[in-house]
């Protein structure tokens, strides 16, 4: 009885699985399958912990390993977030969401398995890394923030003679 249940359930998973390659078509240029559909996109978060710095639905900051300063009107900015996507699809949701909040993409690199994406905006810079991570936590999200410009040093009070 046991057996004809697990055959069950194992013809079951095999014939759902032979149905997921109805989203592939054959590539008229060079004949390799490919996917039709366009890959979800992520969402971001209605209220990140940085106003501007949008961050993926389903990633969480990691307050152990994370810091921020705002002094004089400038930022500094060390964030850790985990979460549950693919690496490249948060690299494209930085890609899309980040001129929203009116940074302007300057570099984007992948190397050694990292996504590395660079930010400007005003005196600003902010660094997004993408990694691999964990079995529980498969993509890292690192993002640094700093000032570009010159820091604005502490003005006497006018109108007051000594």
Known sequence: MMTRWISGLLVAVAVSAAGCNDRQTIDSSGGAPREVNPPLE?????RP???????????KLDEGKSRNLAAAGLRWVIHLYKGGSNKYAVARFYRRQMPINRWTLVTDVFSQGALRLDFEKGNERCHVEVTDGSLFHPTYIRVELWPTGPIPTPREPTGQSG
Not at 53 to 59: A, E, N, S
Request: glycine fraction near 12%.
């Open 49 to 59: 912990p940085i106003a501007d710095i949008p961050v993926p639905i389903g990633f």
């Open 42 to 46: 992520l969402v971001a978060q209605g």
